[in-house]
C-alpha cells in the first residue's frame, strides 16, 4: 500500500515536500514508475509528475516544470515531490502511484490506468 504524506496549507509562493513510502518493506519502490497525480476541487485528474523505474526518465506537466522536482530516496524505500513557487492554481489532493514492468521505463508513456497501485491522497491547500 502506498502511503503519501506531506501536503498542508501554504501561503503562495512557498513551499511543500510530498512523499510517497509503501508501508511493506519488501516492496521496494526502485522497482516502479511512480507517478503523481492530482485532483483539485471539481476538477479531473491531472498527471503531476512521474519517475521512471530504476531512476529512469522523469515527466513533468508544463504548469510545474521549474517549479516541482521528483526524486527517489532509495535508503527510505520513498519518492518524493518538492513543490517550490507554489500556486493557488496548485490547490488540489495529490496521490501518487506505482506502475510495474516494462511500461515503468518509461512513465511518460503510461496513461492513468496503467498504474497499479495508488495511494489515498494528501490534500494540497495553497492561499492567494
Known amino acids: 500500500q502506498l502511503v503519501e504524506s506531506g501536503g498542508g496549507q501554504v501561503q503562495a509562493g512557498g513551499s511543500l515536500r510530498l512523499s510517497c513510502a509503501v508501508s511493506a518493506s519488501e516492496f521496494s519502490l526502485d522497482y516502479f514508475a511512480i507517478g503523481w497525480f492530482r485532483q483539485g476541487p471539481g476538477q479531473e485528474r491531472e498527471r503531476v509528475s512521474c519517475i521512471s523505474s530504476s531512476n529512469g526518465p522523469t515527466y513533468y506537466r508544463d504548469s510545474v516544470k521549474g517549479r516541482f522536482t521528483i526524486s527517489r530516496d532509495s535508503a527510505e524505500n520513498a519518492v518524493g515531490l518538492q513543490m517550490n513557487s507554489l500556486l493557488p492554481e496548485d490547490t488540489a489532493i495529490y496521490y501518487c502511484?506505482?506502475?510495474?514492468?516494462?511500461?515503468?521505463?518509461?512513465?511518460?508513456?503510461?496513461?492513468?490506468?496503467?498504474?497499479?497501485?495508488w495511494g489515498q491522497g494528501t490534500q494540497v491547500t495553497v492561499f492567494p
Open positions: 502511484a506505482a506502475l510495474g514492468g516494462p511500461m515503468g521505463t518509461m512513465c511518460d508513456s503510461a496513461g492513468d490506468n496503467d498504474y497499479d497501485y
